[in-house]
């Protein structure tokens, strides 16, 4: 099994569109107002939770120009997805549903024969939606 990562129907591997980067971003929402002899602060809540992917491909000998159009089709419909990672012993953490917010696609050194890129990068943001806000790499 290749699969590090599962967004909806994209599978990104080892072989084929390979992840390169993750990372991850949230926030809390603690707003402040001054008074006369310190900060009041109140928090509010909880903000959006980011997850960023980086991958890359070399179509021409690897493959995983599959998984970008898989991706491109779930960011066009808006789908909530699930998000899947790999982790040891062939476990996998489901890490909600996601929708892609971003997604671009560069091509590098067209091939002359086709005109796809011989080196493809993609980045993906990850916006987490489900309503059981859990912290980044908790069980679900």
């Known amino acids: 099994m290749t699969d590090l990562i599962?967004?909806?129907?994209?599978r990104l591997k080892a072989i084929g569109l390979r992840p390169t980067r993750i990372s991850r971003r949230s926030e809390r929402r603690v707003p402040?107002?001054?008074?006369f002899y310190d900060m009041d602060y109140q928090e509010t809540g909880a903000?959006?939770?980011?997850?960023?992917?980086?991958?890359?491909?070399?179509?021409?000998?690897?493959g995983g120009l599959d998984a970008v159009s898989m991706l491109e089709a779930h960011h066009?419909?808006?789908?909530?997805?699930?998000?899947?990672?790999?982790?040891?012993?062939?476990?996998?953490?489901n890490l909600g549903l996601v929708v892609i917010r971003t997604l671009d696609v560069n091509e590098e050194?067209?091939?002359?024969?086709?005109?796809?890129?011989?080196?493809?990068?993609?980045?993906i943001e990850l916006v987490h939606i489900?309503?059981?806000?859990?912290?980044?790499g908790a069980a679900g």
Do not use: C, W
Request: hydrophobic content about 40%; overall charge positive; charged content about 20%.
């Open 130 to 136: 489900d309503q059981l806000s859990r912290p980044f």
């Open 6 to 10: 599962s967004i909806g129907g994209a």
């Open 76 to 93: 066009l419909a808006g789908s909530a997805v699930m998000f899947l990672r790999m982790s040891r012993n062939f476990l996998t953490r």
């Open 47 to 62: 903000g959006e939770r980011i997850t960023s992917v980086s991958a890359e491909t070399m179509p021409h000998i690897f």
């Open 109 to 123: 050194a067209l091939h002359p024969a086709d005109g796809i890129g011989r080196k493809v990068q993609v980045e």
């Open 32 to 35: 402040g107002t001054p008074t």
